[in-house]
């Protein structure tokens, strides 16, 4: 991080690139995210909390990468170019986390630690969760809050990573081919091979991250490792524009059964997506 202001590491403007551009069909297209109200095919949330991983390094060591989390809520979507920047005000019991433009703009806001964090933007957010009205999803109606699948293969190969790090904003030698950690965008491609077992009766509607919280239980998480997933769906929303699931995912080693990290989702599905809500 470049600056310090006021016990608040603020880092440089970065450009996060919108890697998934190539998805047609998806959030991250321009032609499908224009159509649905977005300024151009969206960065995906999950690329933006590397941004903050150097600066959890500073105040918590390799440790973090064992035990460490990083929860953020986004509040407005990027697109391919546009600069942004990271800050991070240590406090007490976790560091408050937020991202912004260069207009200045907030684009997401949330918490970081070390330690399993029961207090997190996202576990403090889900408490609050208002359920949808009787009858009001059409997108996720076949969920349940409760839902639950195992056994689920999930992987990242060192191909994958170092794709992945072609374009990452923030290097740090931890992701290199000697350790092959996973920062925590990898951690959420990780975990969201598991996505079509919480929420694939969602059909083809455009999702896109409305919140993400990456934990660290007994990592690092790392490429080329077998892994296995655990989902369990908490909760579930509807607003004007979306319907959403918020879900875990818990990430065990294969062949030990060790818990190595969870992951946290707030998926929301866009309603002017589905022919359930258009036609």
Not at 42 to 68: C, K, N, R, Y
Not at 103 to 123: F, H, K, Q, V, Y
Not at 178 to 205: E, F, N, Q, T, Y
Not at 213 to 222: D, F, I, N, R, Y
Request: aromatic fraction near 6%; glycine fraction near 10%; hydrophobic fraction near 45%.
């Amino acid at each position: 991080m470049t600056l310090v202001e006021q016990g608040q590491h603020a880092g440089p403007f970065r450009i996060p690139r919108n890697t998934a551009q190539e998805i047609k069909g998806s959030i991250h297209d321009d032609a499908t995210a224009s159509k649905l109200g977005f300024k151009g095919g969206t960065v995906a949330g999950s690329i933006h909390m590397d941004q903050f991983v150097p600066a959890l390094l500073d105040l918590h060591g390799e440790a973090w990468f064992a035990t460490g989390g990083v929860s953020l809520m986004f509040k407005q979507a990027t697109v391919d170019g546009e600069a942004v920047r990271a800050v991070v005000a240590p406090g007490a019991d976790r560091a408050a986390l937020t991202m912004f433009n260069e207009a200045g703009a907030l684009i997401c806001e949330g918490t970081a630690n070390l330690g399993d964090d029961r207090g997190s933007e996202l576990a403090r957010r889900l408490k609050a969760q208002e359920p949808p009205a009787a009858g009001a999803l059409r997108i996720l109606a076949a969920l349940k809050v409760g839902d639950e699948a195992a056994d689920i293969p999930l992987s990242v190969t060192p191909d994958a990573l170092a794709k992945r790090l072609a374009t990452i904003t923030e290097m740090l030698p931890a992701y290199g081919p000697d350790s092959l950690i996973l920062p925590p965008s990898m951690a959420v491609v990780l975990a969201h091979g598991a996505r079509a077992s919480v929420v694939g009766s969602a059909g083809k509607a455009v999702g896109l991250f409305g919140a993400l919280e990456v934990q660290h239980l007994a990592g690092p998480l790392k490429a080329g490792v077998d892994y296995l997933g655990r989902t369990r769906v908490h909760a579930l929303a509807e607003s004007p524009r979306t319907e959403a699931a918020w879900y875990d995912v818990t990430i065990a080693d294969k062949g030990s059964g060790r818990e190595i990290a969870r992951v946290k989702f707030f998926l929301r599905f866009m309603k002017g997506s589905s022919p359930l809500w258009t036609a």
